[in-house]
């Protein structure tokens, strides 16, 4: 056998040995395709746009007063303790809010969370983002309506607290409670994946 084709397998089996036991493949995503706008107004086939990187996908809404916030503040925290191997990774979030949540308001909430050009955040048509909350057991409901004395009508949605760390392939490894999993803990996962 050649060195190299030696030190490659050896490598891949150090590698294949760090992955968790516990990081199976709890869904394929690879059957469907969704196509979703970004915060730029680019058209992405979820996940085929994401190919060739591990994935943490967060879900959420931007009028959101509280777990929302807490979920973009813990993704950030694994970003950061990612460090350097932060661009091996794509942090995506998507919104289950798309009548409100267009293209031109996840690029605000964007610059609002600093979160740079690197992470996609997504949103499209009703139809297609409940298909894929559906397919991922995001659940989310309106809870509560009102209306301003401006006539402008306002609501708030009741939702699952979800991140989910998706393989290089489009494959479902573990699902996470997105504002209270531990950042620390998810961000070890994706370096068993690097």
């Known amino acids: 056998m050649k060195p190299t084709l030696l030190l490659a397998s050896a490598l891949l089996l150090v590698a294949c040995e760090q992955r968790p036991d516990y990081?199976?493949?709890?869904?394929?995503?690879?059957?469907?395709?969704?196509?979703?706008?970004?915060?730029?107004?680019?058209?992405?086939?979820?996940?085929?746009?994401?190919?060739?990187?591990?994935?943490?996908?967060?879900?959420?809404?931007?009028?959101?007063?509280?777990?929302?916030?807490?979920?973009?503040?813990?993704?950030?925290?694994?970003r950061e303790l990612l460090g350097p191997d932060t661009s091996r990774v794509t942090f995506a979030t998507v919104s289950f809010d798309p009548v409100r949540d267009t293209p031109s308001?996840?690029?605000?909430?964007?610059?609002?969370?600093?979160?740079?050009?690197?992470?996609?955040?997504?949103?499209?048509?009703?139809t297609e983002v409940a298909s894929l909350m559906e397919r991922i057991s995001v659940r989310y409901e309106i809870s509560r309506r009102d209306t301003l004395d401006t006539g402008q009508a306002?609501?708030?949605?009741?939702?699952?607290?979800?991140?989910?760390?998706?393989?290089?392939?489009?494959?479902?490894?573990?699902e996470y409670g997105g504002s209270a999993s531990p950042a620390e803990m998810i961000a070890s996962d994706i370096r068993a994946l690097l």
């Open 105 to 126: 308001t996840l690029r605000g909430y964007a610059e609002t969370w600093r979160l740079g050009d690197d992470w996609k955040l997504l949103t499209g048509d009703s």
């Open 23 to 78: 990081l199976k493949v709890e869904d394929d995503l690879t059957d469907a395709a969704w196509t979703l706008l970004d915060q730029d107004s680019t058209t992405v086939t979820f996940p085929e746009v994401f190919d060739g990187k591990p994935v943490l996908l967060s879900a959420v809404y931007t009028n959101c007063p509280d777990v929302c916030i807490m979920t973009m503040r813990n993704m950030r925290a694994v």
């Open 154 to 174: 306002i609501y708030s949605i009741s939702h699952t607290d979800k991140a989910l760390l998706i393989d290089t392939e489009g494959r479902v490894l573990e």
